[in-house]
């Protein structure tokens, strides 16, 4: 069988840094996948909250195409339409005035961690240099942002780790407000944590973490690649919150399924960065800010944001029902359609179960179920996801 060969050609050929379920996909549609033998899967998971419009939705696919026919790469020593609308768009829908393109979510935290040390480095303060973050946190898996990452099980074997960073419990003020002192240049967490547990910050610690930051002249970074691009129901999670950063990061839902992240930050962090501070040789090619622009374009519309919001209500009041109902479910969290169901355990089980059933699912930290189904879920689908969830605990 065909899915065999990709199976095992995949396995005797790429790394094995991956624990991959047997499943290969050859097609993707609005939110189902099919597999080799034919199989129709609905996708709550979107590439790991990535396809955020759906699998080959045909306004993206349009605009790849349209400019992969007519301008694909031309490096970031040159001008490009694209580039330039997609960072005028994300500006003008947010609290930023310049953005960097990278191609990956810890490349765009690799930036504004650069970021907000040359700041201050800029200005004559060489110690401050320290980035706090968050324990549970998730950042990426590059040397930088795999130190900023508050989680221990993926450092194992890369120490050491880069300095100057320190870790506090998330959505504990308290523990921020004792490590933070002039040596500290930037906080850094995500309004949302995702592979944390699916946990959003309580508004009156985000507030009072701007207050802090604001009275200390400590930069505010937020990584919304996760929570962010329409995934809890606002464009980004923190307009729910009423404080904004002073950097932010996005990446995958930006491009739909292209890889492309960015930096975003206000003018006046900004200006730490001059010519040559930094770079990238792929960020913010045409194709993918073409693809990305287009995505801005329908997410950011009030009523898809909506509509995500209704969604995401429905499916969290569902998922409460199942937590009412069975002693095994401990309960629910999230975010619009950022959702986790905290479970008793065996999360990997119930995940391979959904799979078997044709659901695509994910379960983190062994203890929690999380679903980031493309935006345009319906409840129906929804609904019949709850019944096969519903048969299984
Ligand atoms: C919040 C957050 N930040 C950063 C990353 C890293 O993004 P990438 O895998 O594109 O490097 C992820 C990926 O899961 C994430 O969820």
Redesign the pocket.
């Known amino acids: 069988m065909i899915v065999n060969s990709i199976v095992k050609k995949t396995d005797d050929f790429i790394f094995q840094t991956y624990m991959r379920q047997g499943k290969a996909f050859v097609k993707g549609e609005g939110v189902f996948l099919w597999d080799e033998d034919g199989k129709k899967y609905t996708d709550f998971l979107a590439g ?1 909250a990535v396809c955020g419009l759906g699998h080959c939705h045909p306004g993206i696919t349009e605009a790849i195409c349209r400019q992969a026919s007519t301008l694909i790469h031309v490096s970031n020593l040159f001008y490009s339409m694209p580039q330039a609308d997609l960072a005028k768009a994300l500006c003008e829908k947010s609290f930023a005035d310049r953005v960097f393109f990278s191609n ?3 490349e765009a ?1 690799e930036a504004a961690i650069k970021l907000a040390r040359r700041y201050f480095q800029k200005k004559g303060e060489k110690n401050r240099f320290r980035i706090i973050t968050m324990l549970q946190s ?4 590059t040397m930088a942002t795999l130190t900023a990452t508050g989680q221990d099980k993926i450092k194992d074997g890369f120490y050491p780790m880069l300095e100057g960073f320190s870790y506090v419990e998330f959505n504990n003020f308290d523990a921020l407000k004792k490590e933070l002192d002039d040596s500290v240049c930037a906080v850094m967490l ?1 309004p949302v944590q ?2 944390g547990g699916v946990i959003p910050a309580d508004e009156a610690y985000l507030k009072a973490v701007r207050n802090l930051c604001d009275e200390t002249g400590t930069l505010l970074i937020f ?1 919304e ?2 929570s962010g691009m329409g995934r809890c129901g606002t464009l980004f999670a923190h307009e729910q919150y009423g404080v904004t950063p002073d950097i932010m990061t996005l ?2 839902a930006l491009g739909n399924g292209l890889p492309i ?1 960015a930096m975003l930050a206000t003018a006046q962090a900004a200006t730490g960065f001059d010519f040559g501070s930094h770079g990238s040789t792929f960020g913010g090619t045409p194709l993918a800010t073409a693809a990305a622009l287009e995505v801005l374009k329908i997410i950011s519309d009030p009523s898809f944001l909506a509509q995500v919001q209704k969604t995401g209500d429905y499916f969290a009041q569902k998922l409460a029902g199942l937590a009412q109902k069975h002693k095994s479910v401990v309960g629910v969290r999230g975010k619009g359609l950022l959702l986790g169901l905290e479970i008793e355990k065996d999360a990997a089980k119930y995940v391979g179960q959904m799979l078997e059933k044709g659901f695509i699912i994910n379960g983190i930290q062994d203890k929690v179920l999380r679903f980031v189904p493309p935006l345009i879920i319906e409840e129906k689908e929804i609904d019949c996801l709850i019944d096969a969830l519903d048969s299984l605990f």
């Open positions: 790991i990956s979510g810890a935290n998730f950042h990426g898996r995500e995702g592979e990584d690649i996760q990446a995958k992240g």
